[in-house]
């Protein structure tokens, strides 16, 4: 059974309704795409990208209505980008989708429009009063991130074994795999306690979950720089990075245009591009990348 996706539509002013159109009909194979935009805001964005609107574009109404200016930040556009995301969370509330995938906003438009949110995970996590986790990645890598946007100054100061223990937990009770890598925080992972002894947490916690699991499911702590190696990854592609940059910057590497975001351990299933709004190519008929929409796509309706 094909089943019903909400699709929150992202900020107006980037690329999220050109992705949307160009690839309608190809989307439809995977699931029934139901997009949370206004009939007039669709019409005005269709007009400013010249592209006809399919017949089956079904629309939910989100009103609170603007002028799309392209490639503008604007307090108007990330206001909309956030009730567009409310929405389709309602939808998934109430059982009228199945799951939803969700465009790219910008930040600084939320800011401006007083949200008081860094990005969809952190919203979905208050929303929802659970403790979201963010993995991205690919069918050929996943990477699930423990601390996610806050300064690295403060993420040894995270490092707990009841919190890491827990998340852990929940990693794997949310998307069980045979097995996951987790990365160490220091240099060679501490080289045995030379350069800093946050491994002896991550190495208890991880001894912690497999006693629960009564299996050995998580490894390490692995360096980072042996994890990511062409050897190492044919074998351990599910990776649990300590922080954002040291599982991102290798993921977006290797996999840029296929990556995607899927937000775990929340009551419903999200999915996500990975990339932002692209302001810079926003209603320039620039053709932008469709490979992140498509996976996200594909990737809720196996999950649902």
């Known amino acids: 059974m094909c089943p019903n996706i909400a699709i929150s539509i992202g900020d107006l002013n980037g690329?999220?309704?050109?992705?949307?159109?160009?690839?309608?009909e190809k989307i439809k194979n995977y699931c029934q795409p139901m997009y949370c935009i206004d009939e007039d805001m669709l019409q005005h964005g269709a007009k400013l990208l010249k592209r006809k609107i399919p017949e089956d574009f079904i629309t939910v109404p989100v009103s609170n209505s603007f002028i799309i200016k392209p490639s503008k930040i604007s307090?108007?556009?990330?206001?909309?980008?956030?009730?567009?995301?409310?929405?389709?969370?309602?939808?998934a509330k109430r059982g009228i989708v199945d799951g939803i995938v969700t465009l790219p906003i910008n930040k600084e438009?939320?800011?401006?429009?007083g949200i008081n949110y860094v990005g969809h995970?952190?919203?979905?996590?208050?929303?929802?009063?659970?403790?979201?986790?963010?993995?991205?990645?690919?069918?050929k890598l996943y990477v699930a991130l423990y601390t996610e946007h806050i300064p690295l100054k403060q993420v040894a100061k995270t490092i707990s074994l009841k919190k890491l223990t827990r998340f852990l937990l929940n990693l794997y009770n949310s998307y069980p795999q045979d097995h996951f890598i987790v990365l160490g925080l220091n240099p060679h992972a501490g080289d045995n306690g030379v350069m800093g002894d946050e491994e002896t947490i991550?190495?208890?916690?991880?001894?912690?979950?497999?006693?629960?699991?009564?299996?050995?499911?998580?490894?390490?702590?692995i360096p980072p720089d042996t994890a990511f190696t062409p050897h190492h990854l044919k074998e351990n592609n599910r990776i649990v990075a300590i922080y954002h940059d040291q599982g991102l910057a290798p993921l977006k590497a290797?996999?840029?245009?296929?990556?995607?975001?899927?937000?775990?351990?929340l009551p419903i299933i999200r999915t996500s591009v990975d990339h932002g709004t692209a302001f810079d190519i926003a209603y320039k008929n620039s053709n932008p990348s469709t490979k992140s929409y498509i996976n996200a796509i594909k990737a809720i309706t196996d999950m649902v």
């Open 15 to 24: 690329i999220g309704l050109e992705i949307a159109l160009k690839e309608h």
């Open 75 to 91: 307090k108007k556009s990330g206001e909309y980008s956030f009730l567009s995301f409310k929405k389709a969370i309602k939808l």
């Open 109 to 113: 438009a939320w800011k401006k429009a």
């Open 121 to 139: 995970t952190d919203a979905l996590r208050d929303i929802f009063k659970q403790e979201a986790i963010m993995m991205l990645g690919c069918e």
């Open 202 to 221: 991550i190495s208890k916690a991880i001894k912690n979950v497999n006693k629960k699991l009564k299996n050995n499911i998580f490894y390490g702590p």
């Open 254 to 265: 290797l996999y840029f245009d296929e990556s995607i975001n899927i937000s775990l351990n």
